[in-house]
């Protein structure tokens, strides 16, 4: 038997936090409960029967079969370039500055290899999605942290990272509306990333999964609206959360060019583009459904009303999120992460996933997903009721 070897690479990638989650929700389902998760990040609202169509029509014709472009089809890029300049005023040049992705996770992981060398260091927020820290250790690269902290409305501190860090910076990753905080930026945070990015020889990418999903008439900016963003900043947006399209794979980066164009030549050595029927579906979501956005929306306000009015009920200290699917709501006194989920799961089958599986600043946190329907949100509402 030969001795298999693995990269070096692979031994900087912690366990899976979730196997664990996993283990114990199978464990409990076993058991004969049935067990009501706010884990999952996956919107349990239909992709738009118009989406569902276009895929299925366009799947027929023969001509559709054969390599994708590697670019994506220019119509793509023209309608994600007329969603952004209708939504943010901001026009963008669909040949240079746009450049459609097998759904955004694959951009935010293959981007550090483009710009990412061993030695140098990426800035990542934390508690966060995972994506940005693997991206980088898989580039050969180290993650700094900047930890989110509540008093700081889960903005990071960009003046607190060490001189001798930012020397050997060479990314910053921000992402808001938030996963897993629900925390939006305003244009002035924004603006004072792009100063700094600046000053520090920063690529700044922007991950805009959850741009769409703002509640209390706030509407989230793009990066790229700002002075001077087009010199270094690229954004990272989704059609998944956007247009319930997770398992179509399809989203999209734009902005800087040069940025685009570095990461157009990792990716036409990796893959070999996106099924153009997944991308004519993406066309007809982008053009036509910003009434299914508006509904959709809608829906996840009034969970999150039901939620926050819950919660509050049963004594737990809660903020309504102003972005995002997701509630981050502090543990009960006497409990960490880990404890009440373990908590509630052993008491009232009822699922939230531990803050502290986003990161160390995660700790004292659980992230309430909103993609559960109603009826289920009463029937968890009712059993954590019984054994408060
Ligand atoms: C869901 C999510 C994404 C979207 O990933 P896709 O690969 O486009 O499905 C990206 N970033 C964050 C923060 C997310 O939560």
């Not at 790229?224 to 998944?240: M, P, T």
Request: proline share 7%; charged share 20%; with cysteine.
């Amino acid at each position: 038997m030969t001795k298999m070897r693995f990269s070096k690479r692979l031994d900087s990638i912690p366990p899976y936090l979730f196997a664990e989650i996993d283990r114990k929700i199978a464990a409990k389902q076993a058991e004969g409960v049935d067990v009501i998760s706010f884990g999952v990040g996956d919107p349990d609202i239909a992709t738009p029967g118009p989406v569902v169509d276009t895929l299925c029509d366009m799947s027929r014709k023969p001509e559709h079969h054969r390599y994708p472009s590697y670019f994506g089809l220019r119509e793509f890029r023209e309608a994600a370039a007329g969603w952004f300049e209708r939504r943010f005023g901001v026009a963008l040049d669909p040949e240079t500055e746009i450049l459609p992705l097998i759904g955004s996770k694959e951009g935010v992981a293959h981007v550090a290899i483009a710009v990412l060398d061993p030695g140098d260091y990426a800035l990542v927020p934390e508690p966060s999605y995972p994506v940005y820290r693997m991206g980088t250790l898989l580039a050969g690269a180290t993650p700094h942290f900047l930890p989110l902290a509540a008093g700081n409305g889960f903005l990071p501190d960009l003046e607190a990272v060490p001189t001798e860090v930012l020397s050997s910076s060479k990314l910053l990753w921000l992402n808001y509306p938030n996963n897993p905080t629900g925390a939006v930026a305003d244009e002035g945070f924004f603006t004072r990333a792009i100063e700094f990015a600046r000053e520090h020889d920063l690529v700044l990418a922007h991950d805009n999964a959850y741009s769409e999903i703002t509640y209390d008439g706030f509407v989230a900016p793009s990066v790229l609206q700002l002075e001077g963003a087009s010199d270094l900043a690229v954004e990272f947006h989704s059609l998944s959360k956007t247009f319930n399209m997770t398992g179509f794979r399809i989203g999209f980066v734009c902005g800087n060019a040069g940025v685009i164009e570095a990461l157009g030549t990792v990716k036409t050595n990796i893959d070999s583009g996106i099924f153009n029927p997944i991308q004519l579906a993406g066309i007809t979501a982008l053009d036509r459904m910003q009434e299914t956005v508006s509904e959709m929306r809608e829906i996840y306000r009034s969970r999150r009303e039901m939620l926050v009015r819950g919660f509050r009920g049963l004594g737990w200290d809660v903020t309504p999120p102003k972005g995002s699917i997701y509630i981050w709501m502090p543990v009960p006194d006497g409990f960490d992460s880990v404890g009440f989920s373990t908590h509630v799961l052993e008491r009232a089958g009822v699922f939230f996933t531990p803050g502290n599986a986003y990161g160390p600043s995660g700790e004292g946190f659980v992230r309430i997903s909103l993609t559960v329907s109603n009826d289920r949100i009463e029937e968890a509402l009712s059993r954590l009721g019984e054994v408060n």
